[in-house]
Protein backbone atom coordinates (compact mmCIF):
# COMPACT_ATOMS: atom_id res chain seq x y z
CA UNK A 1 0.00 0.00 0.00
CA UNK A 2 1.68 3.54 -1.05
CA UNK A 3 0.59 6.34 0.32
CA UNK A 4 -0.09 10.22 -0.69
CA UNK A 5 3.49 11.03 -0.14
CA UNK A 6 5.02 8.05 -1.64
CA UNK A 7 8.00 8.07 -3.38
CA UNK A 8 9.56 10.80 -0.60
CA UNK A 9 13.03 11.53 -2.28
CA UNK A 10 16.11 9.19 -2.83
CA UNK A 11 18.69 8.66 -0.10
CA UNK A 12 21.77 5.95 -0.07
CA UNK A 13 22.21 4.16 3.37
CA UNK A 14 24.60 2.10 2.67
CA UNK A 15 24.83 0.31 -0.64
CA UNK A 16 20.92 0.24 -0.11
CA UNK A 17 18.27 3.09 -1.57
CA UNK A 18 15.59 4.03 0.61
CA UNK A 19 12.57 6.53 0.49
CA UNK A 20 12.42 9.39 2.93
CA UNK A 21 9.48 10.74 3.82
CA UNK A 22 9.01 14.03 1.79
CA UNK A 23 9.20 16.35 5.22
CA UNK A 24 12.44 14.79 6.05
CA UNK A 25 14.94 16.99 5.10
CA UNK A 26 18.65 15.47 3.20
CA UNK A 27 20.41 14.07 6.02
CA UNK A 28 23.60 15.46 6.71
CA UNK A 29 26.32 12.68 7.05
CA UNK A 30 26.75 11.63 10.50
CA UNK A 31 23.70 12.87 11.98
CA UNK A 32 23.16 11.78 15.55
CA UNK A 33 20.22 11.67 18.48
CA UNK A 34 17.20 11.05 18.49
CA UNK A 35 14.86 11.28 15.47
CA UNK A 36 13.64 15.38 16.13
CA UNK A 37 10.34 13.72 14.06
CA UNK A 38 8.45 10.11 14.52
CA UNK A 39 5.82 8.93 12.94
CA UNK A 40 4.52 6.07 10.48
CA UNK A 41 7.17 5.54 7.68
CA UNK A 42 10.34 7.45 8.99
CA UNK A 43 13.61 6.44 8.98
CA UNK A 44 16.23 7.66 11.30
CA UNK A 45 18.79 8.79 9.58
CA UNK A 46 20.98 8.43 12.97
CA UNK A 47 20.83 4.59 13.14
CA UNK A 48 22.46 4.17 10.27
CA UNK A 49 25.93 3.00 12.07
CA UNK A 50 23.51 0.38 14.06
CA UNK A 51 22.24 -0.97 10.63
CA UNK A 52 26.25 -0.77 9.42
CA UNK A 53 27.35 -2.77 11.83
CA UNK A 54 24.22 -5.40 12.40
CA UNK A 55 25.25 -5.95 8.11
CA UNK A 56 28.87 -6.58 9.27
CA UNK A 57 28.02 -9.26 11.99
CA UNK A 58 25.76 -10.65 9.57
CA UNK A 59 28.06 -11.32 7.27
CA UNK A 60 30.51 -12.06 9.56
CA UNK A 61 28.38 -15.17 10.94
CA UNK A 62 27.66 -16.33 7.73
CA UNK A 63 31.42 -15.94 6.55
CA UNK A 64 32.66 -17.99 9.37
CA UNK A 65 30.24 -20.32 10.34
CA UNK A 66 29.60 -19.68 13.83
CA UNK A 67 25.79 -19.64 13.83
CA UNK A 68 24.58 -21.89 11.13
CA UNK A 69 26.53 -25.17 10.34
CA UNK A 70 27.42 -26.05 6.61
CA UNK A 71 24.30 -26.69 5.18
CA UNK A 72 21.72 -24.28 7.98
CA UNK A 73 20.02 -21.49 7.38
CA UNK A 74 19.83 -18.20 9.08
CA UNK A 75 16.14 -17.42 9.98
CA UNK A 76 16.22 -13.66 10.75
CA UNK A 77 13.31 -11.59 11.89
CA UNK A 78 13.82 -7.60 11.89
CA UNK A 79 10.92 -7.54 14.45
CA UNK A 80 9.82 -3.86 14.10
CA UNK A 81 11.13 -3.02 10.74
CA UNK A 82 9.20 0.44 10.23
CA UNK A 83 10.37 1.21 6.76
CA UNK A 84 12.36 -1.77 5.94
CA UNK A 85 15.59 -0.16 5.59
CA UNK A 86 17.44 -3.04 8.11
CA UNK A 87 16.10 -5.63 6.67
CA UNK A 88 16.46 -4.21 2.86
CA UNK A 89 20.34 -3.83 3.86
CA UNK A 90 20.73 -7.39 5.09
CA UNK A 91 18.96 -8.44 1.84
CA UNK A 92 21.05 -6.22 -0.55
CA UNK A 93 24.50 -6.21 0.90
CA UNK A 94 25.23 -9.49 2.93
CA UNK A 95 26.97 -11.85 0.58
CA UNK A 96 25.14 -15.41 0.66
CA UNK A 97 21.76 -14.88 0.34
CA UNK A 98 21.05 -18.30 -0.02
CA UNK A 99 21.74 -19.08 3.58
CA UNK A 100 18.84 -16.48 5.28
CA UNK A 101 15.47 -16.19 5.45
CA UNK A 102 14.98 -12.55 6.13
CA UNK A 103 11.09 -11.62 7.50
CA UNK A 104 10.47 -8.18 8.49
CA UNK A 105 7.43 -7.59 10.15
CA UNK A 106 6.06 -3.70 11.65
CA UNK A 107 2.67 -3.41 13.76
CA UNK A 108 2.06 -0.14 11.40
CA UNK A 109 0.32 -1.36 8.09
CA UNK A 110 1.63 2.43 6.48
CA UNK A 111 5.54 1.83 7.39
CA UNK A 112 4.88 -2.08 6.10
CA UNK A 113 3.64 0.05 2.84
CA UNK A 114 6.31 1.93 2.32
CA UNK A 115 9.06 -0.40 2.85
CA UNK A 116 7.93 -2.90 0.73
CA UNK A 117 7.11 -0.32 -2.40
CA UNK A 118 10.85 0.71 -1.46
CA UNK A 119 11.74 -2.84 -1.80
CA UNK A 120 9.98 -3.55 -5.20
CA UNK A 121 11.11 0.03 -6.70
CA UNK A 122 14.67 -1.60 -5.93
CA UNK A 123 14.39 -4.88 -6.62
CA UNK A 124 17.42 -7.29 -6.01
CA UNK A 125 16.44 -9.61 -8.94
CA UNK A 126 18.03 -12.80 -8.38
CA UNK A 127 15.10 -14.64 -7.33
CA UNK A 128 15.72 -15.92 -4.51
CA UNK A 129 12.02 -16.75 -3.58
CA UNK A 130 11.28 -18.85 -0.75
CA UNK A 131 7.88 -20.79 1.28
CA UNK A 132 7.62 -19.71 4.77
CA UNK A 133 7.57 -22.33 7.33
CA UNK A 134 4.76 -23.28 9.25
CA UNK A 135 5.09 -21.59 12.63
CA UNK A 136 5.35 -23.95 16.08
CA UNK A 137 1.65 -24.42 15.85
CA UNK A 138 1.51 -25.86 12.01
CA UNK A 139 -0.27 -22.80 10.53
CA UNK A 140 0.71 -20.82 8.18
CA UNK A 141 2.39 -17.25 9.17
CA UNK A 142 0.68 -14.52 7.81
CA UNK A 143 2.54 -12.31 4.87
CA UNK A 144 4.37 -13.42 1.90
CA UNK A 145 7.67 -13.69 0.43
CA UNK A 146 8.44 -10.54 -2.25
CA UNK A 147 11.98 -10.89 -3.47
CA UNK A 148 13.42 -12.50 -1.02
CA UNK A 149 11.82 -10.93 2.33
CA UNK A 150 9.08 -11.51 4.25
CA UNK A 151 6.70 -8.75 5.02
CA UNK A 152 4.44 -9.54 7.88
CA UNK A 153 1.98 -6.79 9.66
CA UNK A 154 1.66 -7.78 13.21
CA UNK A 155 2.29 -7.70 16.49
CA UNK A 156 6.16 -8.68 16.95
CA UNK A 157 5.15 -10.72 20.46
CA UNK A 158 3.06 -12.50 18.89
CA UNK A 159 5.49 -13.50 15.98
CA UNK A 160 7.92 -14.59 18.15
CA UNK A 161 5.99 -16.92 20.09
CA UNK A 162 4.74 -18.67 16.80
CA UNK A 163 7.69 -18.99 15.19
CA UNK A 164 11.03 -19.95 15.95
CA UNK A 165 14.16 -17.73 14.36
CA UNK A 166 17.65 -18.08 14.66
CA UNK A 167 18.36 -14.62 14.61
CA UNK A 168 15.60 -11.47 15.76
CA UNK A 169 16.75 -7.79 15.83
CA UNK A 170 14.40 -6.04 18.32
CA UNK A 171 14.27 -2.04 18.21
CA UNK A 172 11.73 -0.37 19.80
CA UNK A 173 10.84 2.84 20.42
CA UNK A 174 11.85 3.07 23.75
CA UNK A 175 12.34 0.53 26.09
CA UNK A 176 13.13 -2.91 24.38
CA UNK A 177 11.72 -4.99 28.38
CA UNK A 178 8.33 -5.47 26.15
CA UNK A 179 10.02 -7.44 23.99
CA UNK A 180 12.41 -9.65 25.39
CA UNK A 181 10.76 -12.53 26.80
CA UNK A 182 9.26 -13.41 23.18
CA UNK A 183 12.55 -12.84 21.16
CA UNK A 184 14.46 -14.99 24.07
CA UNK A 185 11.81 -18.01 23.46
CA UNK A 186 11.65 -17.64 20.05
CA UNK A 187 15.34 -18.32 19.55
CA UNK A 188 15.63 -22.40 20.14
CA UNK A 189 18.58 -23.59 20.80
CA UNK A 190 21.22 -20.95 19.31
CA UNK A 191 20.75 -17.93 18.04
CA UNK A 192 21.99 -13.85 17.86
CA UNK A 193 19.78 -11.27 19.84
CA UNK A 194 20.58 -7.58 18.70
CA UNK A 195 18.77 -5.27 20.95
CA UNK A 196 18.46 -1.66 20.75
CA UNK A 197 17.24 0.61 23.80
CA UNK A 198 16.73 4.11 23.40
CA UNK A 199 15.75 5.15 27.20
CA UNK A 200 19.31 6.27 28.00
CA UNK A 201 18.12 8.17 30.80
CA UNK A 202 16.37 4.96 32.72
CA UNK A 203 19.32 3.18 31.75
CA UNK A 204 22.70 5.86 32.69
CA UNK A 205 20.66 6.34 36.53
CA UNK A 206 19.17 10.01 35.43
CA UNK A 207 15.21 8.49 35.23
CA UNK A 208 15.59 6.15 38.44
CA UNK A 209 11.94 5.23 38.73
CA UNK A 210 11.62 3.93 35.19
CA UNK A 211 15.62 2.41 35.78
CA UNK A 212 13.98 0.73 39.08
CA UNK A 213 10.84 -0.40 37.71
CA UNK A 214 12.09 -1.49 34.05
CA UNK A 215 15.66 -2.54 34.70
CA UNK A 216 15.63 -3.06 38.68
CA UNK A 217 18.84 -1.57 38.64
CA UNK A 218 19.82 1.88 40.51
CA UNK A 219 21.94 4.64 38.69
CA UNK A 220 25.01 6.86 38.89
CA UNK A 221 25.21 10.06 36.51
CA UNK A 222 29.23 9.96 36.32
CA UNK A 223 31.47 8.69 33.73
CA UNK A 224 31.13 5.16 34.20
CA UNK A 225 27.31 6.21 32.90
CA UNK A 226 27.22 4.56 29.49
CA UNK A 227 29.48 1.64 30.38
CA UNK A 228 26.42 1.68 33.06
CA UNK A 229 23.81 1.53 30.34
CA UNK A 230 25.60 -1.29 28.08
CA UNK A 231 25.95 -3.40 31.36
CA UNK A 232 22.27 -2.70 32.77
CA UNK A 233 20.37 -3.79 29.85
CA UNK A 234 23.11 -6.84 29.40
CA UNK A 235 21.89 -7.68 33.01
CA UNK A 236 18.41 -7.66 32.27
CA UNK A 237 18.87 -10.02 29.19
CA UNK A 238 20.89 -12.25 30.95
CA UNK A 239 18.25 -12.74 33.73
CA UNK A 240 14.99 -13.28 31.17
CA UNK A 241 17.27 -15.67 29.35
CA UNK A 242 18.46 -17.74 32.52
CA UNK A 243 14.40 -18.17 33.29
CA UNK A 244 14.31 -19.70 29.74
CA UNK A 245 17.55 -22.42 30.36
CA UNK A 246 19.84 -19.94 28.40
CA UNK A 247 22.77 -17.93 28.39
CA UNK A 248 24.40 -15.14 26.85
CA UNK A 249 27.79 -14.45 25.12
CA UNK A 250 28.26 -10.52 24.50
CA UNK A 251 29.35 -10.23 20.24
CA UNK A 252 29.24 -6.58 20.34
CA UNK A 253 27.38 -4.20 23.47
CA UNK A 254 28.05 -0.50 22.75
CA UNK A 255 26.85 2.82 24.21
CA UNK A 256 26.06 4.88 20.58
CA UNK A 257 24.95 8.39 20.44
CA UNK A 258 21.70 8.52 22.11
CA UNK A 259 21.13 4.74 22.52
CA UNK A 260 22.13 1.52 23.80
CA UNK A 261 22.65 -1.69 20.89
CA UNK A 262 23.66 -5.15 22.29
CA UNK A 263 24.21 -7.68 20.40
CA UNK A 264 24.36 -11.26 22.18
CA UNK A 265 25.01 -15.00 21.36
CA UNK A 266 22.23 -17.17 22.95
CA UNK A 267 22.80 -20.43 24.19
CA UNK A 268 20.24 -23.04 25.72
CA UNK A 269 22.29 -24.98 28.48
CA UNK A 270 20.24 -25.46 31.62
CA UNK A 271 23.78 -26.06 33.88
CA UNK A 272 25.08 -22.72 32.31
CA UNK A 273 22.14 -20.39 33.05
CA UNK A 274 21.82 -21.60 36.23
CA UNK A 275 25.01 -19.76 36.92
CA UNK A 276 23.53 -16.89 35.30
CA UNK A 277 24.39 -14.52 38.45
CA UNK A 278 28.29 -15.32 38.86
CA UNK A 279 28.33 -12.44 36.04
CA UNK A 280 25.83 -10.09 37.86
CA UNK A 281 26.96 -7.72 40.04
CA UNK A 282 27.65 -3.70 41.22
CA UNK A 283 29.91 -1.34 39.99
CA UNK A 284 31.31 0.08 43.68
CA UNK A 285 32.36 3.61 43.05
CA UNK A 286 35.67 3.59 45.10
CA UNK A 287 39.53 4.97 42.92
CA UNK A 288 37.77 4.27 40.49
CA UNK A 289 35.59 1.48 40.71
CA UNK A 290 35.17 -2.11 41.16
CA UNK A 291 32.95 -5.31 40.51
CA UNK A 292 31.54 -6.82 43.09
CA UNK A 293 28.25 -9.74 44.09
CA UNK A 294 26.79 -7.45 46.55
CA UNK A 295 25.95 -3.44 46.43
CA UNK A 296 27.61 -1.48 49.48
CA UNK A 297 28.83 2.02 49.31
CA UNK A 298 28.38 4.34 46.43
CA UNK A 299 26.92 1.60 43.54
CA UNK A 300 25.34 0.95 40.66
CA UNK A 301 23.82 -1.52 39.22
CA UNK A 302 22.88 -4.94 39.30
CA UNK A 303 24.73 -5.22 36.20
CA UNK A 304 26.32 -7.44 33.47
CA UNK A 305 29.74 -7.95 34.80
CA UNK A 306 31.52 -9.94 32.34
CA UNK A 307 32.82 -9.76 29.00
CA UNK A 308 30.84 -6.70 26.56
CA UNK A 309 32.59 -8.41 23.28
CA UNK A 310 33.53 -10.80 21.50
CA UNK A 311 37.00 -10.85 20.77
CA UNK A 312 37.31 -12.51 17.59
CA UNK A 313 34.17 -11.11 16.07
CA UNK A 314 34.68 -7.51 16.64
CA UNK A 315 38.41 -7.79 15.95
CA UNK A 316 36.90 -8.54 12.69
CA UNK A 317 34.98 -5.61 12.65
CA UNK A 318 37.17 -3.46 11.22
CA UNK A 319 37.15 0.09 8.53
CA UNK A 320 38.34 -2.07 5.63
CA UNK A 321 35.34 -4.31 5.92
CA UNK A 322 32.60 -1.78 6.72
CA UNK A 323 33.86 -0.19 3.18
CA UNK A 324 33.64 -3.18 1.31
CA UNK A 325 30.81 -4.57 2.41
CA UNK A 326 28.50 -1.21 2.81
CA UNK A 327 30.26 1.25 1.00
CA UNK A 328 28.13 2.47 -2.14
CA UNK A 329 29.31 0.92 -5.73
CA UNK A 330 28.91 3.30 -8.39
CA UNK A 331 26.17 1.32 -9.86
CA UNK A 332 24.07 1.93 -6.48
CA UNK A 333 24.48 5.68 -6.41
CA UNK A 334 21.74 8.06 -6.46
CA UNK A 335 21.93 10.31 -9.75
CA UNK A 336 22.08 13.51 -7.02
CA UNK A 337 25.08 12.43 -5.34
CA UNK A 338 28.35 14.02 -5.46
CA UNK A 339 32.05 13.70 -5.07
CA UNK A 340 31.40 15.47 -1.70
CA UNK A 341 28.31 13.22 -0.19
CA UNK A 342 30.47 9.94 -1.01
CA UNK A 343 33.72 11.55 0.99
CA UNK A 344 31.55 11.62 3.34
CA UNK A 345 29.85 8.43 3.54
CA UNK A 346 32.91 6.95 4.14
CA UNK A 347 33.85 9.14 6.76
CA UNK A 348 30.34 7.73 7.97
CA UNK A 349 31.57 4.22 7.91
CA UNK A 350 34.76 4.79 9.50
CA UNK A 351 33.24 6.50 12.46
CA UNK A 352 30.87 3.27 12.83
CA UNK A 353 33.19 1.07 13.43
CA UNK A 354 35.84 3.34 14.91
CA UNK A 355 37.77 1.73 18.01
CA UNK A 356 36.05 -1.54 17.75
CA UNK A 357 38.48 -3.73 16.02
CA UNK A 358 41.46 -2.35 18.39
CA UNK A 359 39.52 -2.72 21.85
CA UNK A 360 38.66 -6.50 20.89
CA UNK A 361 41.04 -7.92 23.04
CA UNK A 362 40.27 -5.96 25.98
CA UNK A 363 36.58 -5.42 25.94
CA UNK A 364 36.11 -9.17 25.66
CA UNK A 365 38.05 -10.13 28.96
CA UNK A 366 38.92 -8.24 32.34
CA UNK A 367 39.74 -4.75 32.11
CA UNK A 368 39.72 -1.40 33.66
CA UNK A 369 37.85 1.65 32.32
CA UNK A 370 39.31 4.85 32.41
CA UNK A 371 37.39 8.53 31.49
CA UNK A 372 40.10 10.37 30.15
CA UNK A 373 38.14 13.94 31.97
CA UNK A 374 38.50 12.03 35.85
CA UNK A 375 42.57 11.77 35.49
CA UNK A 376 43.60 15.48 35.77
CA UNK A 377 42.18 15.52 39.52
CA UNK A 378 43.07 12.04 39.94
CA UNK A 379 46.88 12.23 39.14
CA UNK A 380 46.97 15.92 40.58
CA UNK A 381 47.90 17.32 37.12
CA UNK A 382 47.03 20.47 36.10
CA UNK A 383 47.04 19.32 32.27
CA UNK A 384 46.08 15.84 30.87
CA UNK A 385 48.59 14.14 28.83
CA UNK A 386 47.31 12.77 25.13
CA UNK A 387 45.72 9.25 25.46
CA UNK A 388 49.35 8.78 22.79
CA UNK A 389 51.34 9.30 25.81
CA UNK A 390 49.65 7.91 28.50
CA UNK A 391 49.23 4.53 26.58
CA UNK A 392 53.07 4.52 25.59
CA UNK A 393 53.97 5.19 29.43
CA UNK A 394 51.57 2.29 30.31
CA UNK A 395 53.38 -0.01 27.18
CA UNK A 396 56.56 0.60 28.60
CA UNK A 397 55.22 -0.46 32.05
CA UNK A 398 54.21 -3.90 30.53
CA UNK A 399 50.85 -3.25 30.02
CA UNK A 400 48.11 -2.99 27.18
CA UNK A 401 45.89 0.57 26.46
CA UNK A 402 43.13 0.94 23.89
CA UNK A 403 41.14 3.90 23.02
CA UNK A 404 36.76 2.67 23.38
CA UNK A 405 34.04 3.36 21.23
CA UNK A 406 32.03 5.77 23.47
CA UNK A 407 30.71 8.89 23.63
CA UNK A 408 33.33 10.23 25.66
CA UNK A 409 37.16 9.98 25.63
CA UNK A 410 38.08 6.35 27.72
CA UNK A 411 40.13 4.15 27.44
CA UNK A 412 40.12 0.18 28.69
CA UNK A 413 43.45 -0.67 30.33
CA UNK A 414 44.49 -4.40 31.93
CA UNK A 415 46.82 -1.82 34.57
CA UNK A 416 45.48 -1.00 37.63
CA UNK A 417 44.21 2.00 38.27
CA UNK A 418 47.93 2.70 40.40
CA UNK A 419 49.53 2.39 36.84
CA UNK A 420 47.18 4.24 35.07
CA UNK A 421 47.79 7.03 37.70
CA UNK A 422 51.27 6.64 37.41
CA UNK A 423 51.67 6.60 33.73
CA UNK A 424 49.37 9.93 33.65
CA UNK A 425 51.42 11.49 35.92
CA UNK A 426 54.97 10.40 33.74
CA UNK A 427 53.57 11.46 30.61
CA UNK A 428 52.35 14.96 32.08
CA UNK A 429 55.79 16.10 32.69
C1 LIG B 1 12.27 2.68 16.26
S1 LIG B 1 11.11 2.13 15.11
C2 LIG B 1 11.95 0.87 14.25
C3 LIG B 1 13.01 1.38 13.36
C4 LIG B 1 13.56 0.39 12.37
N1 LIG B 1 14.04 -0.81 13.00
C5 LIG B 1 14.65 1.03 11.54
O1 LIG B 1 15.83 0.57 11.61
O2 LIG B 1 14.35 1.99 10.81
C6 LIG B 1 9.97 1.25 16.09
C7 LIG B 1 8.88 0.54 15.32
O3 LIG B 1 8.25 -0.37 16.21
C8 LIG B 1 6.93 -0.58 15.73
N2 LIG B 1 6.18 -1.29 16.78
C9 LIG B 1 5.76 -0.80 17.99
N3 LIG B 1 5.16 -1.79 18.69
C10 LIG B 1 5.23 -2.92 17.94
C11 LIG B 1 4.81 -4.26 18.13
N4 LIG B 1 4.19 -4.65 19.26
N5 LIG B 1 5.04 -5.14 17.13
C12 LIG B 1 5.67 -4.77 15.98
N6 LIG B 1 6.08 -3.51 15.76
C13 LIG B 1 5.87 -2.59 16.72
C14 LIG B 1 6.49 0.82 15.36
O4 LIG B 1 5.41 0.78 14.45
C15 LIG B 1 7.78 1.41 14.75
O5 LIG B 1 7.77 1.30 13.35
Redesign the pocket.
Given at each position: MKDDDWPGHLWLEGRTLVHLRSHQPRPSHMPRGP?TK?G?G???PA?AP??TRSVMILSDAIEYGWLAPEGKLIRIL?????????SRRWRKEVPKQEKLRITA????NK?IGWAKASHEMHPIGDNHNWKPELSRFSREIEGNVEDGIHWIT??????MIQTPFQWI?V???GSPV??LDAAIQSISRIGVLDV?A?DTAALCGSAKTSAARRYGSIGITDSYMHDDAVRILLGTIARIAAMHDKTIHPILSLFDGHHVRVTVLLKRSKEDASKWSERIGYRIRSSPYHFQNSPEGNYSGPMWTGPIFDREIASRITVERAISLCSGKDEDLPTDWSLTDIEHSHRELERTVRHISESAELLSQEHLLVAIDDLGVAAKVSQIPSMKKIFSALEDAGFKACRCHMPEPMFATNAPWEQVIAATKKSAK
Open positions: ATDFLNMARDAMCATGVRNDLDSGDANKLDDPFPFTT
